[in-house]
């Protein structure tokens, strides 16, 4: 019940934000497809979410951060976000954090949204059963976003991307060859959630990832580029 109630409130929150979404038809309505966005808060996820689920009904699963899948990582994640926010955590603050993050953590395991990734393997994205849990979900046709970036950006700036999702691709030449990989950019959720807030989201058309037959180092290389200079433009073109 409670769990419901807190997706409710969310999408409430969503709505009194000024959304806006250019390429959504770039999405495919079906099948296996792999989001590569750029990441500038932690809002990133619901906002995403809720709009592909709005526009094409479909649900999207994140690579993201372990910490939400436990109870008192995610308090002392809520606890130094905040303190950076406002520059004070009192005691009080961090009951209420750790009861947050009880809730949302129950709520994450519950809704099945989230491939965990620990922080130490983030870097260079070798956890392998999180390769492995984004393998079987494009296997089984389903739509799954990662943030190259693997850790929040700076306003206005876009940090180098790994090649997690060339990784990804590269090992499912043979069982799902061919799978749509769609660059997007967001921008406006680095900002606190208040009332008419502005955020823009730019999806790109489809890239294929080809050319098997050169080394994996090199076409995993040439491929991240490819995908960062992407949503580097519609980043950009998000200020007009």
């Known amino acids: ?62 690579v993201g951060t372990s910490q939400l899948t436990d109870v008192y990582e995610c308090a002392a994640m809520f606890n130094k976000y905040f303190s950076e926010k406002t520059g004070k955590n009192s005691a009080f603050k961090r009951a209420v954090n750790l009861y947050l993050a009880e809730i949302i953590t129950k709520s994450i395991k519950k809704w099945d949204c989230l491939i965990p990734v620990k922080k130490e393997y983030g870097k260079q994205f070798n956890n392998r059963r999180a390769i492995v849990t984004c393998k079987r979900k494009l296997e089984e ?32 030449k043979k069982e799902c060859p061919n799978i749509p990989i769609i660059p997007m950019a967001i921008k406006g959720t680095e900002k606190n959630f208040r009332i008419y807030n502005k955020i823009r989201i730019n999806i790109g058309h489809i890239l294929y990832m080809h050319n098997y037959r050169k080394p994996e180092k090199v076409i995993r290389k040439k491929f991240t580029k490819q995908l960062e200079d992407k949503v580097r433009l519609l980043y950009a073109s998000s200020f007009s």
Not at 153 to 170: D, Q, S, V
């Open 1 to 62: 019940m409670i769990e419901k109630i807190i997706k409710e409130l969310g999408i409430a929150l969503i709505k009194t934000q000024r959304i806006s979404v250019d390429g959504i038809d770039n999405i495919p309505k079906k099948g296996p497809v792999l989001i590569v966005s750029n990441h500038k808060n932690w809002k990133d996820v619901p906002v995403i979410w809720y709009e592909v689920k709005k526009h094409l009904g479909r649900e999207t699963y994140f």
């Open 141 to 172: 046709g389903k739509l799954v976003c990662i943030f190259p970036e693997y850790k929040r950006c700076e306003e206005n700036k876009i940090n180098r991307f790994l090649p997690g999702a060339a990784k990804i691709t590269y090992d499912l």
